[in-house]
């Protein structure tokens, strides 16, 4: 007797992208070949609640997967997750303390001596994530060369240990002069800190960013320091939430590079996912790109609280080392994406000039746009949109979200009373401030930089790149606008395109000799370039003249 062959079981692949605004699940399943998206409002109070909910809702009502696991048919996890910029940029961090070398304590502050705007009296440097209280000195120090000066004061390091656990600190960095040549006294402080402060999260200047320029190490450790915490707790609450939906495939986190880490990997090093949210996106247009056959863009990813916009010249984004995120320094690999506070949710406003002003201030998914229904009365992006009839003016996500058109007249009403115009025109002033916002944005990466935007195509992705991008392509006189097949969930779907990826970075220094690079030198003062490296040769001299030489 012959039996009908059963159906086989579904093997998906899940890219999760949790916004400001909204959280993005985009499903693949490995066998088939089929394509599933899904979208829910985020949860900025938790935003791992939102991705278990969606996660669930979509392997459920998109995918058919029931029963009491429906995450068990999941084989691959992706995330990209706003955590850490949101952190950032709110400055919700833990409060951390700092160790330094003597007489470093304030460099934190004076950086690089630089005003944010040269011509500017009046700009605000960012401020300062440790408070100089908590910022403490022991004697310590390695000289160039990674000789030791003055060997580390274990009793003062013990004692500054002990006063940074009685302040409350929940997090600590540790960045030394010279850490990036010889470890040792970072090694040997972190170990002290971890006996006096043991539930304390410890960030090591050479663990984070082993390369010199001493002022944009510190900022790097200390960002990961005041990430830490945050991530940490971020992470411990999704885990056990896939857990309990049945997923069995290792969970990952995007990076800022734009590949993937595992959930241990980012907890500790959370200054590397900075961009973790809009790096998959870039990743996901690059593909497309190449398929489509347009290997040079400009990408414009507008979601509900920011605008991100990269260049990609001949199919790839440059990847750069080193960048100033949201006003500090980051020694870091990340795609060169540039972010501006422009968005679905971004808040308009009459400044105190009378002029119109639009973000960054952004309402967010709680309450969100005021067409939300939700209590808020400030008009967005959204409800310009909505009373221009550009946006649905009843409902959203294929009519799961309703939303009131009237509600968005009436605060467009205001606030046009306030500026002596009518409501379409308040509507339409809304769409082109913010338009000049994400215009400005785009000739950072390109005119400044030596390209022209009209020698590339836009692609537009994010719940509201579409929707802007004909009146962007028209100011910066873009001749072709590329739109995918799924914009909305675009970064989510970079998640299934990207795969798992370290990047190094580490500083050698070489006397300037006649010996051309990447030969292997004598001099005890300096490091070889070699492979392998012999047991007995320390990080800060060169031991084996005879070793193999490789390319920096």
């Keep these: 007797m012959s039996h009908a062959p059963s159906a086989p079981q579904a093997h998906w692949r899940v890219g999760v992208d ?28 938790d935003p791992s609640r939102a991705i278990a ?37 709110q400055h919700r961090g833990a409060p951390t303390g700092l160790l330094t070398s003597d007489g470093f304590r304030d460099l934190l502050e004076i950086g690089r001596q630089k005003r ?74 972190v170990a002290i800190l971890r006996e006096e402060l043991p539930d304390a999260f410890i960030s090591a200047g050479h663990e984070i960013a082993p390369e010199f320029r001493e002022f944009e190490r510190l900022s790097t450790v200390v960002l990961n320091a005041y990430l830490g915490p945050v991530m940490q707790r971020y992470l411990s609450r999704l885990g056990p939430r896939l857990a309990e939906l049945g997923m069995t495939a290792t969970p990952h986190l995007t990076q800022s590079n734009g590949g ?44 509900g609280t920011s605008t991100d916009v990269a260049l990609l010249q001949d199919g790839s984004c440059r990847l750069a080392a080193e960048a100033t995120v949201h006003g500090y320094p980051i020694k870091a690999p990340m795609l060169d994406i540039h972010t501006v506070g422009a968005g679905g949710g971004s808040i308009a406003y009459v400044d ?65 009373g306030t500026l002596g115009l009518g409501p379409m025109e308040t509507a339409q002033g809304i769409l082109s401030v913010v338009t000049a916002n994400m215009a400005r944005a785009i000739r950072v990466i390109s005119v400044q930089r030596g390209h022209d935007p009209r020698d ?8 509201a790149g579409p929707l ?69 040769c320390a990080p800060w001299a060169c031991c084996s003249p005879t070793c193999a030489p490789i390319s920096p």
């Design 18 to 45: 949790s916004g400001g605004t909204f959280t993005d699940i985009c499903l693949f399943d490995e066998r088939t070949g089929r394509v599933a998206v899904w979208k829910v409002p985020s949860t900025p109070d």
């Design 53 to 89: 909910n969606g996660v669930e809702e979509a392997l459920r009502q998109v995918a058919s997967e029931g029963g009491d696991k429906p995450a068990a048919a999941v084989v691959y996890f992706g995330h990209g997750t706003t955590v850490a910029t949101n952190t950032l940029i």
């Design 116 to 189: 944010p705007d040269l011509y500017d009296i009046q700009a605000d440097k960012p401020p300062t994530l440790v408070p100089r209280a908590l910022r403490l000195e022991v004697p310590e120090r390695v000289n160039h060369a990674g000789a030791v000066l003055t060997p580390l004061d274990e009793a003062r390091t013990r004692a500054a240990a002990r006063t940074l656990r009685d302040a409350g600190v929940q997090a600590v960095a540790v960045s030394f002069l010279y850490g990036f040549l010889r470890p040792d006294h970072e090694q040997r402080a």
């Design 260 to 303: 993937v880490i595992g959930f241990g990997a980012a907890a500790s090093m959370p200054v590397r996912t900075v961009l973790s949210g809009p790096a998959t996106g870039v990743v996901g247009a690059q593909a497309i790109g190449r398929l489509a056959g347009f290997p040079d863009l400009i990408t414009f990813d507008m979601g």
């Design 352 to 416: 105190a000039g009378g002029l119109l002003k639009v973000g960054p201030r952004s309402c967010g998914a709680d309450p969100g746009p005021v067409c939300y229904d939700r209590g808020n009365d400030e008009p967005a992006t959204t409800d310009a949109n909505v009373v221009l009839g550009t946006l649905n003016p009843t409902h959203l996500l294929g009519g799961r979200m309703k939303i009131r058109r009237d509600l968005a007249e009436a605060a467009i009403g205001r606030l046009a």
């Design 456 to 463: 590339y195509t836009l692609m537009a992705f994010g719940g």
């Design 468 to 536: 802007h991008a004909a009146r962007l392509a028209e100011e910066l006189e873009i001749r072709r606008v590329l739109v995918p097949a799924n914009p909305g969930i675009l970064c989510a779907m970079g998640l299934l395109l990207t795969d798992l990826r370290a990047d190094f970075s580490l500083t050698r220094i070489v006397p300037a000799t006649d010996a051309p690079r990447g030969s292997p030198r004598s001099s005890r003062s300096a490091a070889c370039w070699c492979r392998p490296i012999p047991a007995s």
